[in-house]
């Protein structure tokens, strides 16, 4: 996932899908009690994976697609031929280019994009099992760290895919560091906060602009997601390439 930079695989017997495998598949079970006690390497693909797939048949259009996604709530859908062969996949990121070739002026980000109550929010200092837990309750695949009401850092499924938080005896160790010249007490986390794992300075976009940029952002930046923000620069929802998804779900059914 990381070597290729996708959010999910394929898992096959022959040429048949049997299993689908996602980053945020990773994030909930790896975080589980379960399998924190567990190696890596002896975790098998067959235990993570969901199964039984949902597929589409390749001679099925876009907003089908689109549509599958949305009931079924995933990502992503293997395609497959007649005989039930996997020939290829269909994905948020090629429904949000297709959302762009074809709906320019047609919404606003905020039309489409998550409301700030929808959207999973933490601060700093919040742990990793906080972030974990707002991706759950969000059903999402990034966060929005914010300050003051601006959003100053995002932190999505491929910065917590592979990471094992270390289980110390104290959440915190004691330190100093130095504010206006003096020695200042201060925490050290021993629990990766959201702030050690964050992407600071997140590229946004304001709520008026036409949602066709925002696809083309995404898509230009190699990004899932961004904050919406108003001309303030306050925090006011956040959009992602399944947001396109549902929009060409809606444009389907009209």
Do not use: C
Not at 183 to 208: G, N
Request: proline share 5%.
């Amino acid at each position: 996932m990381l070597r290729e930079m996708v959010s999910r695989l394929v898992v096959v017997e022959g040429n048949s899908p049997t299993g689908i495998l996602t980053k945020k598949d990773l994030v909930r079970d790896l975080a589980s009690y379960k399998m924190r006690n567990r190696e890596l390497d002896s975790i098998m693909v067959l235990e993570i994976m969901r199964t039984p797939v949902k597929v589409i048949q390749e001679s099925a259009s876009v907003e089908d697609a689109a549509k599958a996604m949305v009931k079924a709530n995933i990502r992503g859908l293997p395609v497959v031929n007649s005989g039930g062969s996997l020939v290829g996949i269909i994905t948020k990121t090629d429904i949000t280019s297709y959302y762009l070739q074809t709906q320019k002026g047609a919404h606003t980000v905020r039309e489409i994009a998550r409301k700030i109550d929808q959207t999973p929010v933490v601060k700093r200092t919040h742990s990793f099992y906080r972030v974990v837990d707002m991706m759950e309750e969000y059903s999402a695949d990034r966060v929005i760290v914010e300050e003051g009401g601006r959003p100053v850092g995002i932190i999505t499924e491929t910065d917590l895919s592979f990471l094992r938080p270390y289980r110390g005896s104290e959440p915190f160790i004691k330190g100093t560091a130095m504010k206006s010249e003096e020695p200042w007490p201060t925490r050290l986390y021993q629990l990766p906060t959201a702030e050690s794992l964050m992407t600071v300075e997140p590229i946004t976009v304001e709520a008026d602009q036409d949602a066709a940029e925002a696809a083309r952002a995404l898509l230009e930046n190699g990004i899932g997601g961004m904050p919406v923000v108003n001309k303030e620069y306050e925090l006011v929802g956040m959009i992602t390439k399944f947001d396109f998804v549902k929009a060409i779900a809606r444009e389907g059914s009209a």
